[in-house]
């Protein structure tokens, strides 16, 4: 199934940009003379759909869509499922926007017959964003944002509709674009900082590690939160960049915090869902950690549950990074649908189990037993557990009793900065330890 979604048997994300690829660079060859649509099609208020009548009939509805797109593909043109109701389509070799008008509008048409879901019938539209190679972009990441500006525009001018991405689409709130440049500024002028918090053993109180948490210092904003611009370098692609940064300054700080005399800890960064799926992700590390000359073993890299449902990617990665000797955690634990079978065959060394079921762990007991089961169940698999978003000391009683490796949260210390860090450590490490 690497190359196929489950539910409508159409090709994948990872397909459809493999074949775009290729159809591009054959075209660049020459051995193709059109140009090359990219489609971007996203049902309209679908969510009503999952959420009034049930996940079940929403996934009977895409289904039924997908076999609509599939049925009215011409010879060479490729109909993908990117995820939810997001579907992409690939159209080589096309002569004029003539003939793109013509594809789109029929596509359209699909929709204007009623779905049958369990005898009744239901209507449903789709919005449509276009982009066009060579007019509006060459390599498939551009392409394929465009025609994602292009659809946003069409949902914005009332849905059931296509648009052909231009150059001088506003689709951007002023904000956004102010804080995209800005993003992009923070970057080079050094505004971004790294916080660290400690991750405590549970049964010494020592330190065994902090997590790296990226602060954002605006010179007139001043501290912009991560929710406001994490989703943003998301949408932007810049959260590539970020995250390579954040891997290269904290692989640095750990080395010169060993350097420096200071106990060898790990430091634990986490990772974009677009930074996990890259194809060279692996050797990256690997270069970083060379360049730095810290040891794999002091690098933690968090990835989240979510992150791990493409498995034929994720199990030769992670294999990829746990031979390299990084440690790997699944962050957020618990918050997500994880497979357990595929947990199994996953390179992992640690859980984290998420702040939410922590918070409430000593009044509610449905968080308290799930809390339970999964250290309980991460041990026999061979796992540790490391308990996020402690606060309170009878957290950590409960934590302990259920035989929890490791303890982070604001009960020991809040994050603070390298400097903090390096100057108190002795300190903190005592004040730990008092909390006991
Ligand atoms: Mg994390």
Known sequence: MANHDDLTKLPNR????????????????????????????????????????????????LKQVADRLKGCLESDEIVARMGGDEFMFLLPDVSD??????????????????????????????????AIYPNDGWDIETLMVHADTAMYRAKHLGKNQYIVYSSNMRTKSHEKIVMETSLRKALENGELKLFYQPQVDIKTGEIKGVEALIRWQHPVMGLVPPHRFIPLAEETGLIIQLDQWVLRTACQQNKQWQERGLPPMRVGVNLSSQQFSREHLVDTVKEVLEEVGLHPRYLELEITETMTMDVEHTIPTLKGLHDLGVQISIDDFGTGYSSLNYLKKFSIDRLKIDQSFVRDITTDSNDSDIVGTIIAMAHNMGLEVIAEGVEQKDQLRFLQIQKCNEVQGYYFSEPMTAEEMEANFEQLQRHIKDKY
């Open 14 to 61: 990872r397909y459809y940009k493999k074949q775009v690829t290729a159809i591009l660079e054959q075209t660049r060859q020459g051995i193709h003379r059109g140009k090359v649509a990219i489609m971007y099609l996203d049902l309209d208020r679908f969510k009503l759909v999952n959420d009034t009548l049930g996940h079940s009939n929403g996934d009977l509805l």
């Open 97 to 130: 926007e003539q003939h793109i008008k013509q594809r789109v509008e029929k596509i359209l048409d699909l929709f204007r017959t009623p779905f049958n879901m369990n005898g009744y019938e239901f209507h449903i539209t789709a919005s449509i964003g276009i």
